[in-house]
């Protein structure tokens, strides 16, 4: 049976969703686990995605398996190991290190618009993703993506860009993925259209 997204959320079974906001027409597959996340409209996860501290952009692709913002241990402290800052669990403290655990939250990674992640790729805490983007799978991200740019391998470098950077200039001038679900269904047909001749139809 077709699925139909809409302003409600589709969230598959397994899913833990913490501290995150999701928007309009977003499907999240099984066994995700969100923490501190915003989530984009139209945006989508495959099965088993791990996401925290994360900004993702609208019409974000994201396939299975994939790692946005895994955290970090203290490698800066003589022992890395949990019980330095989850200190209640192991009966050490009757706080837990809320700095630590503050600055972990601050390394956001964001994910621009209409990117495609590719299955088991990761992103590394503090990377941003451009518009149009593309991370090739298994791909480790260490450094921002410009937008339109493919990347791929470990740790992930530019392969080529999309398009040319005229045209690049000119779909991020369009901000189509701002356009609302009326605009986008009324001229769904130029989506087929080449990338040219879309700027042309619609650059400013």
């Given at each position: ?70 955290t970090a241990h203290p490698t800066e402290r003589p022992a890395q190991?949990?019980?330095t800052y989850r200190r209640i669990m192991y009966g050490l403290d ?111």
């Open positions: 049976m077709t699925k139909i997204l809409s302003t409600q959320l589709l969230i598959a079974e397994h899913c833990r969703i913490v501290n995150s906001h999701l928007g309009y027409y977003t499907e999240i597959g099984s066994h995700n686990f969100f923490e501190n996340v915003a989530f984009g409209g139209y945006s989508y996860t495959g099965k088993f995605c791990y996401l925290q501290n994360t900004q993702v952009g609208k019409f974000a692709n994201i396939a299975a398996m994939v790692r946005i913002g895994p190991h949990h019980l009757t706080r837990d290190d809320d700095a630590f655990f503050a600055w972990r939250a601050a390394q956001i990674t964001r994910l621009g618009h209409d990117t495609w992640i590719g299955h088991g790729a990761i992103m590394l805490p503090m990377v941003n993703i451009g518009n149009g983007a593309v991370v090739g799978a298994g791909a480790v991200v260490t450094k921002d993506v410009e937008p339109y740019a493919i990347v791929v391998g470990v740790p992930a470098k530019i392969v080529r860009r999309r398009f040319s950077p005229d045209v690049i200039a000119r779909l991020e001038s369009i901000e189509w993925w701002h356009w609302s679900h009326d605009v986008i269904k009324a001229r769904l047909a130029d989506f087929n259209l080449s990338a040219e001749e879309f700027v042309r139809k619609y650059a400013p």
